[in-house]
């Protein structure tokens, strides 16, 4: 008899090939720290502002709250980090509000293992569409996500362009 394994384990395998951990955070004051950890390591223009503390907590309580997220460490630190919404059961539409890795860890298979982590993550969640906020000036984060099919579907106010791709 063939056991059918969900895809937070199969990925807990394909990290490991990398030595990184995938950890779904519980809803927990440990979690908030380890996020504000993470995205003031990640130190992106482009999420999150961390300079103001209490802004940064008010999201962060949001996230683990109301979202998924997943913590990337190698053993030593937490090296990423993902916040997923799939809980839009009338549209069937996933949302990545965060998603990042410090520095170090950039520029290899990880990011792309994560990405594709969201896609299986949102589908077994009965999600069928996924969606993305990415900021105009952002092109290579924008290119690598096209590549990835999505497709831009809308332009806003703030610079930024909404994507979506089906699942």
């Not at 996500?145 to 699942?167: A, W």
Request: net charge negative.
């Amino acid at each position: 008899m063939k056991v059918k394994i969900g895809c937070l384990e199969k990925y807990q395998d394909i990290f490991q090939r990398d030595n990184i951990n995938i950890v779904l955070l519980d809803k927990d004051l440990d979690a908030i720290e380890r996020v504000k950890n993470v995205l003031i390591g990640v130190n992106s223009s482009y999420l999150f502002p961390t300079d103001n503390r209490e802004l940064l907590y008010q999201y962060i309580k949001k996230i683990i709250n109301n979202g998924y997220n997943f913590i990337l460490a190698d053993g030593v630190q937490d090296i990423g980090m993902m916040s997923l919404y799939a809980n839009d059961f009338v549209s069937k539409t996933a949302y990545t509000s965060t998603i990042g890795l410090i520095p170090s860890h950039r520029g290899g298979s990880l990011i792309r293992n994560l990405v594709e982590f969201s896609f299986e993550f949102a589908k077994e969640k009965g999600m069928e569409k996924h969606r993305a906020e990415v900021h105009k000036s952002n092109e290579k984060w924008l290119n690598f996500l096209l590549r990835c099919k999505f497709e831009i579907e809308s332009e806003t106010e703030n610079d930024t362009y909404i994507i979506v791709k089906d699942l």
